[in-house]
C-alpha cells in the first residue's frame, strides 16, 4: 500500500530549508556537485516492486505472521567487497533465516545492513590523531579511517564509490540468490554453523536446524545519513511517486530523529519502509508526533520503530511508549536493536558489549511488548560474518575480556561473530517472554 503525502510542501530537495546534522563539510562545492550529477543518472540498486513487498512483510511481521532480522556490520568497509566475503555474509544470513524459520515457524524476512551502509553518525566531530587533533571517521563513502589529517577530508569521489561497491555487493548477493541446489550450499567454506549445531545438540536442546532451506532475497537496507547522496536516488518512476531506489529500507538514526531537521523532512516524503531507532531518552509525545509526521495515513509496515534503549533502562522507558502508540492507535512495527544501548569501554580501551547485556534486552523487550498487548516484529543486530572478537562472551567460544585485541576489525561499533549470533538466536528463544527472570 502507497502512503499520501502533502505533496505541495514535500520535493526531494525540501529538506535543504531545514537544519540538517551530521552532514560532511566538502571542501570544494563544486566537485560535489559534479558528483551528484552523475549520481542522479546513475541505475537504482533496487525496485518499487520489490520495496513494497518489504512493506507488506513488515506489515505481516507486525501482526506477528512473520519475523524480521535486520543485520549486519555497524559500517561496511569499500575494502570488504569481495565475493568470498559476501558468499560468507550471504551464507550467514541464510543460517538464521533457516534456524529461525524452524524454530517459530513463520516467514522470515532478512534486512542486511549491506550493500550502501557507508556513512556513520559521530559523537564527537573530532579525536586525536598521531600530530593532533584530526576530523573524526565517518564512513568509507565520507572520508578514510586512516589516522592522518589528508584521509579525514571529505572527497566527493568516495559517494561514486559507494555507490560502485553498493552496486557490486548488491549483484554478488543477487547471484548468490540464484543457487538453489543444498548440495552447493552444503560445500560452503564455513563450517561454523555445523560445529556449533553439533554442540548444541550434544549439549542442550537440539538447535533444530534439518536442513538450510534454499536462498531467498536478502532485502538491501543502510541508515539514511547523506542526504545529498539519498535525494540523487530519489526518484518518481512508474506509479508517480518518489522512491528511495538506494535500498529497500532506510533509517534514521537516533542523532538525526528530531521531527523538525532535514533527515524526517527527507524520509517523510519516499514511500520505502522506514525505521526510527528509539533511545530511552525519547519522549513518548516526540514518537508520536515522529510517527504521525513520517506516516501521516497509518499505512501498515510503513513504519518501524527500532528500540535501542539499554538493558536498564528499557524496563522503565518502553512501557510509557506503548500505551501512547496504543491510545494514537497508531500502526507501528516494533524492533528491538538490543546493541546500541549497550555499549561500554573495556579497561583496555575496546568499544566492546557483552553479549549477555544484548540477550537480556532482547528478551525483555519482547516480554515487555506482549505484556502490553503488542508484538516484537524482529530484531536488529550489529554482526560479522568473520571471526571477530568484539564483544564478550558467547556459549559456545566465548570470547573473554583479553581476547578482544586479537581480531577486533570493526570500522566502528562492536559487532558479534558468527558464532556469538547463533547464540544469541538460540539463547533468545529458548526462554519464553512470560517465563523469563529478569
Ligand atoms: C547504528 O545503527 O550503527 C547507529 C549508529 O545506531 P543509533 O543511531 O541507534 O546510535
Ligand atoms: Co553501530
Not at 589529517?149 to 548477493?173: F, K, N
Request: aromatic share 8%; net charge neutral; proline share 6%.
Amino acid at each position: 500500500m502507497t502512503q499520501h503525502i502533502d505533496t505541495d510542501s514535500w520535493h526531494a530537495t525540501s529538506w535543504l530549508t531545514r537544519p540538517a546534522s551530521q552532514q560532511p563539510h566538502y571542501a570544494n562545492p563544486a566537485h560535489l556537485n559534479r558528483v551528484y550529477q552523475q549520481l542522479r543518472k546513475v541505475t537504482g540498486l533496487v525496485s518499487e516492486n520489490e520495496i513494497e513487498k518489504l512493506k507488506q512483510e513488515y506489515a505481516e511481521a507486525a501482526k506477528g505472521k512473520r519475523f524480521i532480522v535486520q543485520a549486519g556490520d555497524c559500517a561496511e568497509s569499500f575494502s570488504e567487497c569481495q565475493l568470498p566475503i559476501i558468499q560468507r555474509k550471504k551464507w550467514h544470513l541464510e543460517w538464521i533465516r533457516s534456524f529461525l524459520m524452524n524454530r517459530l515457524n513463520i516467514p522470515i524476512t532478512m534486512v542486511g545492513r549491506i550493500a550502501g551502509q557507508y556513512g556513520k553518525p559521530r559523537s564527537q566531530p573530532y579525536e586525536q590523531g598521531p600530530y593532533g587533533m584530526i576530523p573524526i571517521y565517518r564512513g568509507d563513502m565520507i572520508n578514510s579511517n586512516k589516522k592522518c589529517l589528508a584521509s579525514r577530508a571529505a572527497d566527493p569521489d568516495r559517494l561514486l564509490q559507494a555507490y560502485q561497491y553498493a552496486t557490486q555487493t548488491a549483484h554478488h548477493l543477487q547471484s548468490l540468490e540464484q543457487v538453489t541446489t543444498p548440495s552447493l550450499w552444503e560445500t560452503s567454506p564455513s563450517t561454523s554453523f555445523d560445529r556449533w549445531q553439533t554442540y548444541h545438540t550434544a549439549h542442550s536442546n537440539p538447535a533444530g536446524l534439518e536442513h538450510l532451506h534454499s536462498p531467498h532475497r536478502v532485502y538491501l537496507s543502510h541508515e539514511c545519513l547523506h542526504l545529498g547522496y539519498e535525494q540523487c536516488f530519489t526518484r518518481t518512476h512508474h506509479n508517480s511517486l518518489p522512491y528511495n531506489y538506494s535500498a529497500h529500507t532506510l533509517w534514521l538514526g537516533e542523532r538525526t530523529r528530531r521531527v523538525n531537521e532535514a533527515h524526517v523532512e527527507y524520509l517523510r516524503g519516499i514511500q520505502n519502509p522506514i525505521g526510527v531507532k528509539i533511545s530511552a531518552q525519547s519522549q513518548p509525545q516526540e514518537v508520536i508526533q515522529l510517527a504521525q509526521t513520517l506516516n501521516p495515513k497509518n499505512t501498515p509496515g510503513r513504519l518501524c520503530l527500532i528500540l535501542r534503549m539499554g538493558k536498564d533502562q528499557i524496563a522503565a522507558a518502553l512501557p510509557p511508549l506503548i500505551e501512547a502508540v496504543h491510545q494514537a492507535k497508531i500502526s507501528i512495527c516494533w524492533m528491538t536493536d538490543p546493541m546500541h544501548g549497550n555499549t561500554r569501554t573495556s579497561p583496555s580501551g575496546y568499544k566492546t558489549r557483552d553479549f549477555s547485556n544484548i540477550v537480556h534486552e532482547a528478551q525483555l523487550c519482547r516480554r515487555i511488548l506482549a505484556e502490553h498487548d503488542a508484538i516484537l516484529a524482529g530484531v536488529h543486530l550489529e554482526l560479522s560474518s568473520e571471526k571477530v572478537s568484539e564483544c564478550i562472551g558467547g556459549l559456545y567460544e566465548p570470547i573473554l575480556q583479553e581476547h578482544l585485541h586479537q581480531h577486533y576489525t570493526s570500522l566502528c561499533d562492536p559487532r558479534l561473530n558468527d558464532l556469538q549470533s547463533f547464540d544469541f538466536f538460540h539463547q533468545f528463544l529458548s526462554s519464553s517472554p512470560h517465563t523469563y527472570d529478569a
